[in-house]
């Protein structure tokens, strides 16, 4: 966890360093302010500082153990089993990502296929929602 800390901070002295140079490079060209790349870069240091700061914290309030996920010679089996209940015969999660998609390309292409996909993802997501109430699974 404190590797992740270290390497956030250098990542965000970084794009620090690099929002500075970009202004003041475009400074001695002669150019004028350019808004988007030098507040994007120096809010990346901000957002990279956000982020070690909060990852510190959780260190800290877990008394800086070192979490057996993190161990470099861990095994996938040391970290804690119970991550959730996943369904690995499930084909509602492919079709709500195909409707989803359906939906995406009618941003892109035509506001009518929208239409049509809209009905596929309340259908996906409520089979997805149900499939341990039917059927061989249902309890």
């Known amino acids: 966890m404190k590797s992740n800390v270290v390497m956030l901070i250098v990542l ?4 620090l360093v690099s929002g500075v140079v970009y202004i003041i490079w475009n400074h001695l060209a002669g150019q004028e302010f350019e808004a988007t790349g030098s507040v994007g870069l120096l809010l990346s240091a901000v957002l990279a500082g956000f982020v070690a700061f909060f990852l510190n914290m959780v260190n800290r309030s877990q008394g800086g153990i070192l979490l057996p996920e993190d161990s470099p010679n861990a095994d996938i ?4 089993p119970d991550l959730g209940h996943f369904s690995p015969w499930s084909w509602w999660p492919l079709i709500l990502g195909a409707a989803i998609g359906l939906v995406f390309l009618g941003l892109a292409v035509g506001f009518w296929i929208i239409f049509l996909a809209i009905p596929l993802v309340l259908i996906a997501v409520t089979g997805w929602t149900y499939e341990y109430y039917r059927g061989n699974f249902g309890h």
Do not use: L, N, Q, R
Not at 12 to 15: L, P, R, S, T, V
Not at 77 to 80: F, K, S, V
């Open 77 to 80: 089996d040391d970290a804690d």
């Open 12 to 15: 965000g002295a970084y794009f």
